[in-house]
Nanobody, 126 residues
């Protein structure tokens, strides 16, 4: 059974940083892409970034490019999201999800991602 668990959310001031972690079990982690998504109240889910199963190959949404960095530690089944220069608009519930074999062009829609965590809340105060 595949399980995905996020952690690391919290309250941070605008301009600050936060690092989210995600662990996935029950699968061969390095066989799959992994994604970060977020959803703010009253808004649709948004793709944040996708990490290919190949270390160092990542894709980001325009809204976070240059501020957020995804990394993964395959031997530890861990995925990370380093968030810098946080803005009020970054406030959302952040989700980690297991992907297909690689990040498709349409990765940000999330439809190709199979298993999702419960989410971790990020709140940015201005």
């Amino acid at each position: 059974q595949v399980q995905v668990v996020e952690s690391g959310g919290g309250l941070v001031q605008a301009g600050g940083s936060l690092r989210l972690s995600c662990t996935a079990s029950g699968l061969t982690f390095d066989d799959y892409a992994m994604g970060w998504f977020r959803q703010a109240p009253g808004k649709e889910r948004e793709g944040v970034g996708c990490s290919s199963r190949y270390i160092g190959v990542t894709h980001y949404s325009d809204s976070v490019k240059g501020r957020f960095t995804i990394s993964r530690d395959n031997p530890k089944n861990m995925l990370y999201l380093q968030m810098n220069s946080l803005k009020a608009d970054d406030k959302a519930m952040y989700y980690c999800a297991t992907g297909p074999r690689d990040c498709a062009v349409s990765w940000s829609g999330g439809g190709a991602f199979s298993y999702w965590g419960q989410g971790t809340q990020v709140t940015v105060s201005s």
